[in-house]
T-cell receptor, first 114, second 112 residues
Framework: DAGVIQSPRHEVTEMGQEVTLRCKPI?????LFWYRQTMMRGLELLIY????????DSGMPEDRFSAKMPNASFSTLKIQPSEPRDSAVYFC????????????FGPGTRLTVT | QQQVKQSPQSLIVQKGGISIINCAYE??????FPWYQQFPGKGPALLIA?????SEKKEGRFTISFNKSAKQFSLHIMDSQPGDSATYFC???????????FGDGTTLTVKP
């Protein structure tokens, strides 16, 4: 059974460019979470969806960040324009909220903005 | 406002020793307290979890101790092994909010 799939695994881009991170949650899971991990700030929740609907985006740092979940099997996190301080590892996680509260994390996307 | 405080930030233990990581929370409405383990280059993975109506839960060498009155919980790793070297996150979950709040993480190094 495939776990959470994220792409790309590594992304290097120049400041000002648009970056799109992708996530495929585990089939049957109804909640999806986007996290950012840095040494300075630890693991931060950016936004989460329940049944494809954004529930809480209070962790999204700026209007440059946006997330969508057009269907139960796909989500994107977009940064436009990107800045060097956006460099981090971005994780997607999914869970079957209400049945089990365990979050299953993907392998992460390491983003470097130069 | 940070709702879950984790300590220490880093921990070095000799093989065979006991590793102890502590967390404190503020919101008494939390329903569930999981611990996640993260190896370098990987995403966090659930290690063990406890509900607030239980004072202790043990799974193999890993034990959670929970003190509801003090609003604290801790992870104990008995007979620590080099393979346990990882970053450990405590978390607190609100079922009706649908999300978990994570501590800042503890980097554990077990020396052979």
């Amino acid at each position: 059974d495939a776990g959470v799939i994220q792409s790309p695994r590594h992304e290097v881009t120049e400041m000002g460019q648009e970056v799109t991170l992708r996530c495929k949650p585990i089939s049957g899971h109804n909640s999806l979470f986007w996290y950012r991990q840095t040494m300075m700030r630890g693991l931060e929740l950016l936004i989460y969806f329940n049944n494809n609907v954004p529930i809480d985006d209070s962790g999204m740092p700026e209007d440059r960040f946006s997330a969508k979940m057009p269907n139960a099997s796909f989500s994107t996190l977009k940064i436009q324009p990107s800045e060097p301080r956006d460099s981090a590892v971005y994780f997607c996680a999914s869970s079957r909220w209400g049945a089990s509260y365990e979050q299953y994390f993907g392998p992460g996307t390491r983003l470097t903005v130069t | 406002q940070q709702q879950v405080k984790q300590s220490p930030q880093s921990l070095i233990v000799q093989k065979g020793g006991i590793s102890i990581i502590n967390c404190a929370y503020e919101n008494t409405a939390f329903d569930y307290f999981p611990w996640y383990q993260q190896f370098p280059g990987k995403g966090p993975a659930l290690l063990i979890a406890i509900r607030p109506d239980v004072s202790e839960k043990k799974e193999g060498r890993f034990t959670i101790s929970f003190n509801k009155s003090a609003k604290q919980f801790s992870l104990h790793i008995m007979d620590s092994q080099p393979g346990d070297s990882a970053t450990y996150f405590c978390a607190a979950t609100l079922f009706n909010a649908g999300k978990s709040t994570f501590g800042d993480g503890t980097t554990l190094t077990v020396k052979p």
